[in-house]
């Protein structure tokens, strides 16, 4: 099959592998579409290991079922999710490929209605909102309760930013305070938002101290920058509260806790956690109760996923999720 592999620092080039072997809790998946994210240029440019399959976000069909998989795929079902790309330990575990091999319990079927381009912006998102909204942040999963309190989803308009508005809503959440580009100010509303500010005004923060009432306590920033950091703990309540930060930042306040997310995570219970978040977002999505990004689809197949690095290095995306169909141009 053909994969884009890494080579060195910045650098991959697509190269004839062979189909991974499948493993006794994977499912072999032939690849139809697939997303570019952040980390799969963050992780190319700054652990250049050579020979990884880059790529983490995908959708295919069923080819093979590993004997002790328990949740019950069978060859055909269409399927989505999260791949573990650039894995020093298992290097075939991307999914930039024709082909790629996954944890079973982290992808959901993917619904009549939804499209192949639309089901692969999915699995980053969902994988590192359970691990955000939840485990860092303890919001009650919909259906368990209401949280009634205020909540923060700095870059709404990010894949994952646009997952937890709707998620914060699910759980409860209000006011779901976003921020976001003036662009981008309706789709975040259209997903759940309350009120959206422009994480570009220097007043930024005050405005959304004064909205919450000096009443925020918790915090999800999907941009996870340092002038981010400063604007998610500077609106935090006098009485303090937590940020969950998609890599490692820091902020000043000693009375505002910090949580980061990581999805590729090796704890157990952290795969515990994610195997139950997954099939709650599976029930979603099949209700139509959750919306995934919007995607828009690039030329080339797997020769265009080079621009769509390049792309999101420069960033040059906002509001959508590039996507590529696999077999294109092979």
Not at 257 to 284: G, R
């Amino acid at each position: 099959m053909k994969a884009i592999k890494s080579k060195g620092p910045k650098e991959a080039e697509i190269q004839d592998v062979p189909i991974p072997t499948l493993r006794d809790d994977y499912v072999l998946v032939k690849v139809t579409a697939v997303a570019v994210n952040p980390t799969d240029w963050f992780t190319l440019d700054s652990f250049p290991h050579p020979g990884l399959t880059v790529g983490c976000d995908f959708a295919g069909v069923v080819e093979d079922v590993g004997p002790h998989v328990q949740k019950p795929w069978k060859k055909g079902d269409r399927i989505a999710g999260f791949a573990h790309g650039s894995n020093v330990v298992q290097p075939e575990d991307g999914c930039f490929a024709e082909y790629c091999i996954v944890k079973s319990e982290l992808a959901t079927k993917i619904p009549d209605r939804l499209t192949d381009e639309e089901a692969c912006t999915l699995g980053v998102g969902i994988t590192t909102v359970g691990q955000g909204l939840y485990q860092s942040l303890g919001l009650p999963l919909p259906g368990t309760g209401k949280a009634n309190f205020p909540i923060l989803i700095n870059g709404a308009s990010t894949a994952t930013g646009s997952l937890a508005v709707q998620f914060a809503r699910l759980s409860g959440c209000s006011p779901i305070v976003a921020t976001a580009s003036p662009h981008n100010f309706d789709f975040v509303k259209s997903r759940g938002a309350d009120v959206v500010f422009d994480y570009n005004d220097p007043d930024c923060a005050e405005k959304i101290k004064a909205f919450t009432q000096d009443s925020l306590a918790h915090v999800f920033d999907c941009n996870s920058t340092q002038s981010s950091a400063a604007i998610c703990s500077a609106a935090i309540g006098s009485k303090g509260g937590v940020v969950s930060y998609l890599q490692a930042v820091k902020h000043d306040r000693e009375d505002v806790q910090t949580k980061v997310t990581l999805a590729y995570t090796a704890n157990p219970a952290d795969f515990e956690f994610a195997t139950s978040f997954w099939s709650l977002a599976e029930k979603l999505l099949a209700e139509g109760t959750l919306q995934p990004h919007p995607a828009e689809l690039g030329e080339g197949g797997l020769k265009g996923i080079f621009q769509g690095l390049d792309a999101l290095r420069e960033k040059r995306v906002s509001g959508k999720k590039l996507v590529y169909r696999v077999e294109e141009n092979l």
